[in-house]
């Protein structure tokens, strides 16, 4: 099944931009979305389609897809912004949906 | 939007039917997922269910032991979980596919407890 790589863990001032990478092979033909879970709570969807946002997400959060590695972007980041962060994206030759391993995001 | 029951503490080698019910939108509209976290540890798809159910996959730590259905009429999606082993304690989510094959909707989950 398709990989996924993450950094276990990032650690960013408030205010300052944090950018959190998935590396997998040719990543940049699949779609990759990405998702926040903080402490002790279901995760949300914050970024699909690569760079989409969903509704009432903030457009400090942004993200891409080139290459080797999709990117998940936050500006101005905030401490309520302290929380795991996973990429997700449907492996087509297997049909299964696949996670990244998460970031820590400490802020 | 979204509620899993079911959960509770179970011996190892026994089932389990978790049930995950629908309100606010037609569960019918949408492909449906089961995902589960072990403590501390990542995210981890299970498995997936079409509109009708006519398509199904699984992943490989579960298959043949665990089934997902659906029954449309009732907005409910189950998972039903045999064989349960010590590993298989977690949290388990039901969500809801939308573009992409992106999760848009989840539950708070259910945790089950495999112990002796």
């Known amino acids: 099944s398709y990989v996924m790589t993450q950094a276990p863990s990032m650690s960013v001032a408030p205010g300052q931009t ?31 389609n690569d760079d989409e946002r969903p509704a009432g997400i903030p457009d400090r959060f942004s993200g891409s ?24 994206v449907w492996d087509t030759a297997t049909g299964h949906r696949v996670f990244g391993g998460g970031t820590k995001l400490t802020v | 939007k979204l509620v899993e029951t079911g959960g509770g503490v179970v011996q190892p080698g026994r089932s389990l039917r978790l049930s995950c019910t629908a309100s606010e939108f037609t569960m019918s509209d949408s492909p449906m997922n089961w995902v589960r976290q072990a403590p501390g540890k990542g995210l981890e798809w299970l498995t997936y269910i079409s509109k009708t159910g006519d398509n199904i996959y699984y992943a490989e730590s579960i298959r043949g032991r665990f089934a997902v259905s659906r029954d ?12 349960l082993a010590l590993q298989d304690t977690a949290i388990y989510y039901c969500a809801r596919e939308r573009a992409g094959a992106s999760f848009d909707s989840w539950g708070p989950g259910t945790l089950v407890t495999v112990s002796s």
């Open chain 1, 18 to 48: 944090a950018t959190l990478t998935c590396g997998g092979i040719d990543i940049d033909s699949k779609s990759v979305h990405w998702y926040q879970q903080k402490a002790g709570a279901a995760p949300i969807l914050v970024i699909f």
């Open chain 1, 65 to 88: 897809n080139s290459w080797n590695a999709a990117s998940l972007t936050i500006s101005r980041v905030e401490p309520g912004d302290e929380a795991d962060y996973y990429c997700q």
């Open chain 2, 72 to 83: 449309n009429s009732k907005n409910t999606l189950f998972l039903d979980m045999s064989s």
